[in-house]
């Protein structure tokens, strides 16, 4: 498999294995000094693959994701680091009913360790969230 079909696959199991909070998996994706950003969508800057975890597992508990990422732009810097922008969508239904449809991209950042890809860096920026109060209120 070349390299942008492996970082593909990277990408599609990380919505999955995010979506199905199989949270074993999902570490195995980030580096371990991976930087999540999310200040864009309202969110912060974590560092760190098992700080990110922690963090996802707190925040996303009580709620239901689904994740979809589209139309990857990928190039190989060098034989062991690649960047990427993934055009996005989110829908996140947290457990006060409230529901919350996001759209935008990741800028992300892989590096191959060992013949496996992972991700570096992510940044998450949005173009759109629209957020729904819970059904009733």
């Known amino acids: 498999m070349d390299d942008i079909e492996a970082i593909k696959q990277l990408k599609a199991r990380y919505c999955r294995l995010l979506d199905t909070k199989d949270w074993a998996g999902y ?34 508990a009580e709620s239901v994701t689904v994740h979809q990422c589209h139309t990857p732009e990928i190039t190989i810097v060098s034989p062991g680091s690649a960047v990427g922008i993934w055009a996005m969508e989110d829908r996140v239904r947290f457990a006060d009913g409230a529901e919350l449809s996001g759209f935008g991209h990741y800028h992300e950042t892989y590096e191959k360790s060992d013949g496996t890809w992972r991700i570096r860096t992510s940044k998450l920026t949005r173009l759109r969230m629209d957020i729904s109060s819970p059904a009733g209120k």
């Open 27 to 60: 570490r195995q994706l980030l580096a371990d000094d991976v930087v999540i950003d999310t200040t864009d969508s309202g969110g912060s800057v974590v560092a760190g693959g098992d700080a990110f975890l922690d963090f996802l597992r707190v925040a996303l």
